[in-house]
């Protein structure tokens, strides 16, 4: 009889000791799951960005991919954030009507 209650209260002491220790391995799946929410996001969700920012010389774009890094940016600045937009505008009408083509050095 008193192995048995021995065992009981032994079975108990280790399910209250391993349970916190459950716990952090839960929240780090959590914080995983977080994170990899976080990367579709920026993945899936868009394509990227263009900004527009004051520089020395004026107004200047910049185009981002969907991780932040820069791809295009502009050779010169505008004077007014329209013109910078309306550039911005014959790029795109540019590349949607042409296809690149190689160029022989």
């Known amino acids: 009889m008193r192995k048995a209650i021995g065992l009981i209260v032994l079975s ?3 399910g209250v000791v391993a349970a916190p220790a ?3 391995v839960d929240a780090q799946e959590k914080k995983s799951k977080t994170r990899e929410d976080a990367k579709e996001k920026r993945t899936t969700g868009a394509a ?3 900004e527009i920012h004051k520089a020395k010389d004026g107004y200047r774009f910049r185009i981002k991919d969907a991780e932040g890094k820069t ?3 502009s050779t010169r600045g505008f004077e007014t954030k329209d013109e910078c937009h309306k550039s911005l505008e014959e790029v795109k009408a540019i590349l949607d ?3 690149p083509t190689e ?3």
Do not use: F, Q
């Open 48 to 50: 990227g960005t263009v």
């Open 71 to 73: 791809i295009a940016m």
């Open 103 to 105: 160029v022989k050095e």
């Open 12 to 14: 108990i002491g280790l």
């Open 22 to 24: 459950l716990a952090p």
């Open 97 to 99: 009507k042409v296809r």
